[in-house]
């Protein structure tokens, strides 16, 4: 893609945020078409939008959602701070079009993770996180035709990044099974979802490992006090407009948004 082009498919996509309204597609003339275009697409949004970043969200973590996506690896966005909130939060229920919400791990690192001129190892990313937190993705799209856009718009639209709310530390997490805890979401108290961390790519520091190392490879990295969420336990579900949203993970603990009208 041409500069011009990358410019022209950002602006769309964020002048579509500001009207609080979705496009059948991203034009042809300035459509990516490939996923490292997408990220192109995706680093001029964050920067034209000129919205602090507050951690990544990372997707399609399994083979069942990577082939629905289109892609052989996980996706990332990026978590802005303006739409990131300490649970129990609240948002209006009307500013997302989808208002899917997904239960998931989320890691807050204590140290920066930055290009190193070798891959990073299990072990090495897990050192430098200093929290594990439950949190409740909110995904949402500027694409009116959803996974049908295309793995390469889908990224250019921040990989459907909306917004993030984060529950307590879980006590000593480095002791706890985060892999085989059950998870479950509940929407206004009716269980929708239940599953384990084994959803999210195997195991949920998997999805962190693979995003340190994409993000090292892309020049940037990963910073210290960003969090990193790392895919549905339990499910992708949608909620009304006007609802509760409960991620439960037991002993583990909880995250809670409510949608208000």
């Known amino acids: 893609m041409t500069p011009e082009q990358i410019q022209e498919a950002a602006r769309l996509l964020l002048q579509a945020r500001g009207d609080h309204r979705q496009i059948p597609a991203i034009p042809e ?4 078409a490939t996923v490292e275009d997408g990220y192109l697409v995706q680093d001029e949004l964050i920067r034209l939008w000129g919205l602090e970043v507050g951690g990544w969200k990372v997707g399609a973590t399994t083979p069942p959602w990577q082939e629905k996506v289109g892609v052989k690896e996980p996706i990332a966005g990026r978590m802005l701070v303006p739409f990131m909130r300490p649970s129990p939060a609240e948002f209006f229920g009307g500013a997302f079009h989808m208002r899917i919400v ?20 299990r072990d090495e990313v897990l050192d430098a996180v200093e929290t594990v937190h439950p949190a409740i993705e909110i995904v949402d799209s ?3 035709g959803g996974l049908a856009a295309g793995a390469p718009s889908l990224v250019a639209d921040n990989a459907v990044a909306a917004a993030f709310v984060y529950g307590t530390a879980i006590p000593d997490w480095r002791r706890r099974d985060l892999v085989n805890a059950p998870v479950r979401i509940t ?3 009716e269980i929708v979802g239940q599953g384990d961390g084994r959803e999210a790519g195997g195991d949920p520091a998997n999805p962190l490992v693979w995003l340190a190392n994409d993000r090292a490879r892309r020049g940037d990295g990963l910073k210290r006090g960003q969090f990193v969420t790392t895919s549905s336990c339990a499910g992708v579900h949608r909620a009304p407009a006007v609802a509760t949203v409960v991620a439960d993970f037991g002993e583990l603990g909880r995250a809670e948004v409510r949608f208000t009208g």
């Open 187 to 189: 929407i206004d108290r």
């Open 29 to 32: 003339s300035c459509r990516p």
């Open 142 to 144: 500027r694409l009116a």
């Open 102 to 121: 997904e239960p998931e791990y989320a890691y807050r690192l204590g140290r920066d993770l930055p290009p190193s001129g070798r891959p990073y190892g």
